[in-house]
């Protein structure tokens, strides 16, 4: 892969993960890539500016009130110069600092300066990652059109294990990539908004009611889009299969966490509804774990319908999708409930497939879909759930050619 001739403006912030910056910066510097640094406030506690100049073979900037930075390489002029904001390792707090539009030291201030995209790996302890705090600023970040590379799940610094490991270098070099050299295809210049994954609806803190999805067939169809050329964001709920390569994952917990996401997220060519949404979700969710009473009867929960967000991306109005492509999970009378489906939540396609359990498919590598559109239904074959992304992506951009 060849990045000759392309610039990224590199902003470290602190964190015990910022020793991986380093190796980024070999990676891109032997992709031809220009490399600058700007270190945040707390980065130098990690990593050298030394280091930093030494890979990158170029001055690296900490800054903000330095005379002689200003006048050789002002804040403004460090984003003019590049194609490309990259901030890896992205700590909890600079991803605040971002959200909230602060500029109170140079990395702040510069990715607030900028007009170029903006690719952040976040890298932090799972339960700063967890927080609603961060969940919300992700949310306003990829909303603003921030795109993003991470987290990994694994072991952590901190003896704990879940998602918050910055990605490996290699993988954002090729976040990297996808941005700076986009994919032709027949799908480039267009934006699809995929949903995928279940969603967790909170009884309390500590439970939840969710289903089997898995989000495999989602995020494949985000990969199969992203293969096209298109710019993807993905909502995505609590999954355990990797981010696709090239792709904006919005990482939600709920139903109306997913809507919300999913309108932030347009405009949008095209959307797809793979998510398993909830329909149901607890009423108010207590805000403390239930006690479990000895000889006290079990909790009632009273369940209130979710938003559905097919229906209300289908629904007629400026920013409707020009393709919204639903799915319809069904057990029995596939063909008839799946072109009831179509109709009633106004999308253009249904995907049906059969999910009773004798097919083993819900949660499984392999689907056998039916697709419905305006003209009548097609059968597929039973296919890995990935052909079945390809083939779907393909007939996506046949319609919008
Ligand atoms: O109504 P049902 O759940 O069977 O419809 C399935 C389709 O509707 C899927 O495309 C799913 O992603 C979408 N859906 C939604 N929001 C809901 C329920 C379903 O987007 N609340």
Same mark, same amino acid.
């Given at each position: 892969?060849?990045? &000759? ?127 609603? %705090? ?8 990829? %909303? ?184 319809? &999970? ?21 995907? %049906? ?49």
């Amino acid at each position: 892969m060849t990045l &000759a001739g392309k610039r990224v403006l590199l902003v470290v912030s602190g964190g015990i993960a910022a020793y991986k910056a380093l190796e980024l910066i070999r990676l891109l510097r032997a992709a031809g890539c220009g490399v600058t640094c700007v270190l945040s406030r707390s980065a130098a506690q990690f990593v050298t500016k030394l280091s930093l100049q030494a890979l990158s073979e170029s001055r690296t900037y900490d800054d903000l009130f330095s005379l002689t930075d200003e006048s050789e390489m002002g804040h403004i002029q460090l984003s003019r110069a590049a194609d490309l904001l990259v901030v890896a390792p992205a700590s909890a707090d600079l991803l605040a600092r971002m959200a909230a539009g602060m500029a109170d030291d140079l990395a702040s201030t510069v990715l607030l300066a900028t007009d170029k995209p903006v690719l952040v790996a976040p890298a932090m302890n799972v339960r700063m990652w967890q927080h609603e %705090a961060t969940v919300a600023n992700m949310a306003l970040l990829a %909303a603003r059109g921030v795109r993003v590379v991470g987290p990994e799940e694994g072991p952590m610094a901190c003896n704990e294990f879940g998602p918050g490991r910055l990605a490996e270098p290699p993988a954002i070099l090729a976040a990297i990539a996808a941005l700076l050299v986009p994919a032709a295809g027949p799908l480039a210049g267009r934006h699809a908004l995929v949903t995928s994954g279940p969603t967790h609806e909170p009884i309390d803190p500590v439970r939840y009611i969710a289903n089997r999805s898995s989000g495999r067939q989602g995020h494949a169809i985000a990969a199969a889009l992203a293969a096209l050329g298109a710019r993807v964001s993905l909502v995505s709920g609590p999954v355990g299969v990797p981010d696709p390569p090239g792709v904006t994952v919005i990482r939600v917990e709920t139903a109306q966490q997913m809507l919300a996401a999913s309108l932030a997220a347009l405009p949008a060519d095209i959307a797809v509804c793979a998510a398993a949404v909830a329909d149901w979700r607890v009423a108010s969710a207590a805000g403390r774990k239930i006690k479990k009473t000895p000889g006290a009867p079990p909790p009632a929960l009273e369940l209130v319908a979710n938003p559905d967000i097919l229906a209300t991306l289908s629904a007629p109005g400026p920013t409707r999708p020009r393709l919204v492509v639903g799915f319809a &999970a069904e057990t029995d009378a596939l063909a008839e409930n799946a072109a009831a489906k179509r109709a009633r939540k106004g999308c253009d396609w249904i995907v %049906a497939n059969d999910v009773s359990p004798a097919t083993g498919i819900m949660g499984g590598e392999e689907n056998s879909v039916h697709l419905i559109t305006a003209t009548g239904a097609e059968d597929w074959p039973r296919l890995p759930k990935s052909d079945v992304a390809r083939r779907l992506a393909a007939r996506i951009a046949a319609a919008l050619a």
